[in-house]
C-alpha cells in the first residue's frame, strides 16, 4: 500500500485526482496541515492505520488479541496555575477583541494498563482511528459528509457537561456562555460552508448526545449546518476540504488570528491532535474531527483535550471540563 505525508496543497491535488476517478481513499491531517496522508483504497493495510466511521471500517479482520482485563486509568493533569496562565493570555486577546472565542487545550500524562490497539477495539466511538500503533482517535464529532447528490453538512460540537449532574441538560441548553460558544461556532461553520456551496442553512440547532465513557455519562451538544455542491464536487473534493481546514470547532473565530492565539497560549505540538480524517468510498464521503485522542510519544501516553473560552468564561470551569474530556468510551 502507498503511504507517505504530504504538504497540503500536494495532499489536496491528490485527492482531487482520486475523487475525479471515483477512486476511494482514506485521508488523514494533522492540525497544523504539514502532515496530510492519503491511503488509497479500498484494500488499506490494517498493520499501518485501522478505522472504523458509521458507514466504513476496514478492521474487519478481528479483535487485536489482548489481556481482557478491567482498565487501569491514571491522567496526571496540569496544575490549575500552569492552565491558569495559559487561560491568562487567551482572555487577554479576548478582552482587546482579538478573538470572539479561542479553543484552548493541553496534554496529559496517563498512565494506561491496555495498549492502543485493546482500546481502539474495547471502545465505541463515531469515528475511530488507529494511526502507525501511536496516535488513536476515539471521536464523536463529524466534521464534513457529503451525499451522492452533493449536500454537504457539518456537525460542530461545542459544549460538554456531566450527565450526572443536576438538570444536566437544562443548564448546558440555558447557561449563557455555552449558549454564545455555539451560536458562536455555528456561525463560522456555516460560513466555511459558504466559501464552497450553496444555500447553506442550520437544519438543526443545539441538539444534544449522550456519550458514555468509562467514568460516566456525558451530554454533548451540536448542530447541523447543510449546503449543496455543484454537481462534479468529487474532482474538486480535496479542494472542498482545505477550504474548511482547520476545523473552526477546534480553533475559534476569528478563525486566522485565533490561530495565532493558540499558538502563542499553547505550549505543545498538537500534531494529529483536532486534525480531521475522512473516507471516500468512491460516490460519498465522511469525516471526524480528531479528539478524544490518545498518542504513544517517547514519554509515555499523553491525552489531548480543552474546550472553547469566551470573555464569559469561568477559569475553574474550563479546567474541569479539560479534565473531564480525559476519557475513553469503553464499551
Known sequence: MEDREYAAPEACERMNRLGRSRRPFLFVADYALRRCRVFPGPEIDVRQVRFRFPEATNDAAGPVPGSGEPLEWEASPCSYERYAEAFGRVTAHLRRGDSYLVNLTCSTPVRCNLSLGELYERSEAKYKLLLDD???????????????????????????VDAARPQAERWILSDGKEAAEHATITDLIRNDLSRVARDVSVERYRYVDRVETHRGALLQVSSEIRGRLPDDWRSHLGTILFEQLPAGSVTGAPKRRTLEIIAGAEDYDRGYYTGVAG???GERFDSGVLIRCLERTPDGLRFKSGGGITAKSDCAAEYREMIEKIYVPLR
Open 279 to 281: 473516507w471516500f468510498d
Open 134 to 160: 501511536r496516535f488513536l482517535a476515539l471521536s464523536p464529532e463529524t466534521f464534513v459528509r457529503i451525499a451522492p447528490d452533493g449536500t454537504i453538512s457539518s456537525c460542530p460540537m461545542k459544549g460538554t
